[in-house]
T-cell receptor, first 112, second 115 residues
Framework: KQEVTQIPAALSVPEGENLVLNCSFT??????LQWFRQDPGKGLTSLLL?????REQTSGRLNASLDKSSGRSTLYIAASQPGDSATYLC???????????FGTGTRLTIIP | NAGVTQTPKFQVLKTGQSMTLQCAQD?????MSWYRQDPGMGLRLIHY???????DQGEVPNGYNVSRSTTEDFPLRLLSAAPSQTSVYFC??????????????FGPGTRLTVT
């Protein structure tokens, strides 16, 4: 069974800093890993999908990496802004490729 | 495209009542699923469907029924609501992309309270 862990549960950093969010998973036989953003009281917005054949995926100020051998993924946010404040969730598939196991998320607060 | 839509956004039920949470997608995705989100527990899979007429159980299926008569719709039925079903419910859809990956798209959620 896939288990996904995100540490820390909460993080506060001053505006403008670069930061890294961590995600670890137990079953490395995955086709992909997906990062989401969730604002309070809202749904999930897909940020990045990294396929197992890729080591990194970039979108604007976001960069996600995937290391299957160590069971880890990181989400790097460059030059953080107050608008980046949200909960960030990572999810890895289990029992095939379409069912996701989620971590409990990292609640990020960017201090102006 | 509207993406994944869910209705209602909020619902309050009394214990023992039944209701249906609606989910629809207009992306012609073959795969649809229902998750519930509870504080401190992350999202957990309730039921999923790999196509019209095909459904299966996820991690926490008890107390819920689903059916999939069309590609677009995937309703979730609560048979007899219990306080333990108080949660936020999310519907998601996806299709097979390049590299064998499914990128999942989520609806805005339904916040359900059972008293």
């Amino acid at each position: 069974k896939q288990e996904v862990t995100q540490i820390p549960a909460a993080l506060s950093v001053p505006e403008g800093e670069n930061l890294v969010l961590n995600c670890s998973f137990t079953d490395s036989a995955i086709y992909n890993l997906q990062w989401f953003r969730q604002d309070p009281g809202k749904g999930l917005t897909s940020l990045l999908l990294i396929q197992s054949s890729q080591r990194e995926q970039t979108s604007g100020r976001l960069n996600a990496s995937l290391d299957k051998s160590s069971g880890r993924s990181t989400l790097y946010i460059a030059a953080s802004q107050p608008g980046d404040s949200a909960t960030y969730l990572c999810a890895a598939p289990y029992f095939g490729n379409e069912k996701l196991t989620f971590g409990t998320g990292t609640r990020l607060t960017i201090i102006p | 495209n509207a993406g994944v839509t869910q209705t209602p956004k909020f619902q309050v039920l009394k214990t023992g009542q039944s209701m249906t949470l609606q989910c629809a997608q207009d992306m012609n995705h073959e795969y649809m699923s229902w998750y519930r989100q509870d504080p401190g527990m992350g999202l957990r899979l309730i039921h999923y469907s790999v196509g019209a007429g095909i459904t299966d159980q996820g991690e926490v299926p008890n107390g819920y029924n689903v059916s999939r008569s069309t590609t677009e719709d995937f309703p979730l039925r609560l048979l007899s609501a219990a306080p333990s079903q108080t949660s936020v419910y999310f519907c998601a859809s996806s299709s097979l992309g390049t590299g064998g990956s499914y990128e999942q798209y989520f609806g805005p959620g339904t916040r359900l309270t059972v008293t």
